[in-house]
């Protein structure tokens, strides 16, 4: 379980945002309950040993690895918008940025309206398969639709977020919804694990040179892999004209997933015929989350929310 003192970091990074947004209520309990993703034994091969571990310092504070039960923590808004968001946090595919990324904008997505589902998938580098924290999104996106009555949801508002390598895993699973990365047959796996949108944090995108320097590559396919595997694990293969409408927010002075990595993705989207917008801030270089209230990124919950307005996802101020 995360800690106390995590929870009421990421309070504070909630509060320093209220002079962006206006913060509608909050759901009355802060420890929110969560959702087991699979019953018993999780697909794929691998597993872990021990409990799980949280970062106590440094970069990797608040930060969620060595993870043998995938699931999902549930944001429950006290007045729900009718839209649900599953958000990744990202951490290279090596630990899952709770602490920075996932949970701020989880409380501040909830804030807003949105019911959210925090994804703690499993990771590569803790003894899972490649493929296992993408059969942990699928499956995921189909329990929050099959159970969207539950929470308030329209089961055709129900989008993905997703920060640096949960960009990536976001972003995979908004390109390659069917892929069939595992067998099931029950209930959840009657309906589609498609997002109805996207939105994506300074994202890894490629795998190939010259971006081929990221962590997410090495945990994904290996430090030699071939073309195949390259092509076969990186967003732009996969962009068609029937990619959910997909919003990307990057830094122009991004040293971890430099530039290029967004702006790829968006030519592609838009060349094929997709719904897709970039917003590219000149600063703030990798891993802002939220971002503080002196930096420009900061307005990136806002531009997100004029964009759901737009696309109808949700309603203007005064029209509930």
Known sequence: MIQRR????SGGALALLAGVLPLGPLAAT???????????????????????????????????????????????PAVPNGAAVLVAGGGGYFRIQLWKE?????????????????????????GWDAAAPFMDAQRAMKIIRCRAGEFAVDPGKIGIMGFSAGGHLAGFTALQPARPLYAGADTYERVSA??????????????????????????IIGEKPNAKAEAEWSLDTHVSKDAPPTIIFASA????????????????????????????????????????????????????????????ITKKRGEE
């Not at 795998?207 to 990221?214: A, F, I, M, Q, S």
């Open 6 to 9: 995590t929870l009421i970091r």
């Open 30 to 76: 802060t420890t929110p309950e969560e959702i087991l993703l699979w019953p018993g034994t999780p697909p794929g091969n691998g597993g872990v040993s021990g409990p799980e571990k949280l970062g106590e310092a440094g970069a990797g504070f608040g930060a969620l690895s060595n993870i043998a039960t995938p699931r999902m923590r549930v944001y429950r």
């Open 102 to 126: 996932s949970t701020p904008a989880a409380q501040w997505l909830q804030a807003q309206g949105f019911t959210v589902f925090e994804l703690l998938y499993r990771l590569p580098n803790d």
């Open 194 to 219: 498609r997002p109805d949108f996207a939105v994506l944090l300074f994202p890894v995108v490629t795998l190939r040179k010259p971006y081929d320097t990221t962590r997410t590559r090495r945990e």
């Open 253 to 312: 002075d991004d040293t971890t997933t430099p530039p290029g990595h967004s702006i790829l993705l968006f030519e592609k989207l838009t060349a094929a015929g997709a719904s897709a917008e970039l917003h590219m801030f000149r600063d703030g270089g990798h891993g802002w989350g939220l971002g503080k209230p002196d930096q420009v990124i900061s307005q990136w919950p806002a531009l997100f929310a004029h964009w759901a307005q737009s696309l109808e």
